[in-house]
């Protein structure tokens, strides 16, 4: 299991954990100087994590585009967004990108959510950490829900939801669905709700 070195609620300096493999993991909040690290993350994803990220194939995307949409993303969390980013030290280098998490207030209440572990971090724990913090600190702004859109084949991101303790809503829309995790429910409202939702309807689909 993790070992949570630092308190988890200081989310405005560097928390540092370590995997069950022994993997130390350092994150700290997204900056509006760091497009490089989205760039260098998105560099190391695979077709297939691109596609689930992002909901279309960008194998052959213009590089360009990419550092043009990092700075745009980096730059949102001095507004209307918040971010988390994970180091690893490789040995190639210290301080290699290996995941992040945010996301962008619609609402005073809703806000979208994203995350990306590069290739050869994923299924370590990573994004499921990542989304508790951003969760942790999208509570105390008083966002009540996150929504999403997950493609229903993405099996690791769907894995990442089942370990929240929350009440995670999702309608399929064909190959993919919009989620929706309510995050200021009480355990007995939880259980009251999918009490009613397994004796009268089947829509939207809880599973858990």
């Given at each position: ?12 300096g ?46 052959q ?29 490789m ?30 971090m ?18 105390i702004?008083?966002?009540e ?26 309608q ?37």
């Amino acid at each position: 299991m993790r070992h949570v070195v630092n308190n988890m609620v200081k989310l405005q300096g560097i928390n540092s954990y370590q995997t069950g493999s022994g993997l130390w993991i350092h994150v700290r909040p997204l900056l509006p100087q760091d497009a490089p690290f989205l760039v260098d993350l998105f560099e190391n994803m695979g077709s297939e994590s691109r596609y689930n990220r992002f909901l279309q194939p960008l194998d052959q995307v213009d590089m360009d585009y990419v550092w043009t949409e990092a700075e745009q993303i980096a730059e949102k969390v001095a507004t209307v967004s918040y971010g988390l980013v994970a180091f690893v030290d490789m040995p190639e280098r210290d301080g290699v990108p290996v995941g992040v998490a945010r996301y962008v207030e619609l609402t005073s209440t809703r806000a979208e959510i994203a995350v990306s572990v590069r290739d050869d971090m994923q299924r370590k724990g990573i994004g499921t950490e990542l989304m508790r913090l951003l969760i942790l600190h999208a509570k105390i702004r008083g966002i009540e829900q996150l929504v999403g859109t997950v493609q229903n084949s993405n099996a690791p991101m769907w894995a990442m939801l089942h370990k929240l303790n929350y009440r995670v809503e999702h309608q399929s829309e064909g190959s993919y669905s919009e989620i929706i995790i309510h995050l200021h429910e009480s355990a007995h409202r939880r259980e009251d709700y999918l009490d009613a939702a397994a004796d009268y309807s089947p829509e939207p689909q809880l599973s858990w």
